[in-house]
Each structure stands twice: as C-alpha cells, then as structure tokens.
C-alpha cells in the first residue's frame, strides 16, 4: 500500500542552525501539507501546498520557513535559523484531491538545542 | 477557544466496555476524520466523514452536522485500542486540518 514517508526520523541540530526536513508523499498525489505537534499539545497547520505554489499558510509559518517540491517526488520544508520553540514533531501529509482523505507520514523530531 | 473541543481528554476502560469519545467544532466544514495516534507518534486516519455513519471492524463514526458534533465509538475494546483519539475539521478554503486535543485511552485487561 503506497504511504507518505519523512526523513530523517529524528533530527538533533544547533538553535541558529537550518535544518530541512524531507517527504515523499504518495506518487499521484497533489496537494501536500505540513504540520508539527509540539510535545504535550494538539497537532497544528503550517503549510498547504498545490501545484507548486503555497495555497495557505498559518501564523506559525512565517519567513524562516519555507517550502519546495524541487523534483517530482519530494517535498521539503526548511527552516532557516532555528529556535529552541521550533523543538517539535513535524508530519507531512498528501491527498489526491482537495476534500479526499489526507494520509500522514510518520513525522520527523526535531529537537534544538 | 478552541475550534474542535474533545471529550473526554483521558479515559481508562477495561477490556471489553464500550467506549465513546466526543467531538464539537464551531466552525463550518466540509468533513471530518477521526485519526488514531500511537505512541510513538504516528498518526492514521480512521474515519473521514461528512454525513452520517461510517462503521469499519469494531469502530463506529457518527456525524451530527446541524449540531456540529461526531462521536467515535468502540465496541468490546481491548488493550491493543490503547492510544490518543483525535478529531479534526477540514476548513478554510485549502482543506487544512484543524485539529482536537485529543483523548488519551487506556484499554486495560
């Protein structure tokens, strides 16, 4: 069964430092999302992504972070300068059309210290 | 406030109850799912739902949308149903997920 994977699983990195987490959503997919759950709290929206624009991004997305789909695989979101607050698991999530089920990977970790 | 209200946040049943967690949101959507997260912290979808009932092994999802509430319901639970139950909302134009809280279950034997 095709599923969405993230890499790397878990990601130690400096505050200040960039750090890019990297998807693989399901092959004919389209719309591509990211969200992060901060230790002990509910999930939250960052990003949606669709044909190769950002469709709508929340409060928490704000300029150290950013999105790509360089190839026609994976989705990458970058964070430039991190902080200790950035310190979450961090899901990405695809779906084929917009009011279809979304499937999520199985996160990455990010902890800055 | 919240957008998505969960209830109960934790619940301890013993094998074989029956078990309800509940969900309201106040904002207008198109659907909503129903999402299982281990502990290790993977998230599945379970139901995805925008009228109704949906009904898959001993799990049952029921949609009330003039109320604005959805109950998740498991029947003769057992310890391997053990995990965090959340609901969320699709709203806004792009289909964002707004998420609940969450329920934390125990199944003990």
């Known amino acids: 069964e095709p599923e969405v994977t993230q890499t790397p699983s878990h990601q130690v990195t400096q505050m200040g430092q960039e750090v890019i987490l990297r998807c693989v959503p399901i092959?004919?997919?389209?719309?591509f999302y990211w969200y992060r759950q901060i230790l002990g709290q509910k999930v939250e929206f960052l990003v949606s992504f669709y044909n190769n624009e950002i469709s709508e991004k929340s409060e928490i997305f704000d300029d150290q972070f950013s999105v790509e789909r360089p190839d026609g695989s994976n989705f990458t979101l970058k964070i430039r300068s991190t902080k200790l607050e950035d310190s979450a698991m961090y899901f990405c999530?695809?779906?084929?059309?917009?009011?279809?089920?979304?499937?999520f990977g199985p996160g990455t970790r990010l902890t800055v210290l | 406030k919240n957008e998505v209200e969960q209830s109960p946040q934790n619940l301890t049943a013993q094998e074989g109850e029956f078990i309800t967690i509940n969900c309201s949101y106040s904002?207008?959507?198109?659907?909503l799912h129903w999402l299982q997260q281990h502990p290790g912290g993977g998230i599945v979808s379970l139901f995805m739902l925008s009228s109704g009932k949906k009904k898959h092994g001993r799990l049952i999802a029921t949609i009330n949308i003039q109320e604005k509430h959805s109950s998740l319901h498991i029947t003769a639970s057992h310890p391997r149903d053990s995990a965090v139950y959340i609901c969320a909302v699709y709203g806004g134009a792009t289909n964002k997920l707004i998420f609940g809280t969450g329920t934390l279950l125990a199944v003990q034997p």
């Open positions: 904002v207008g959507i198109s659907a």
């Open positions: 092959s004919n997919h389209l719309y």
């Open positions: 999530a695809s779906n084929g059309f917009r009011t279809d089920t979304q499937y």
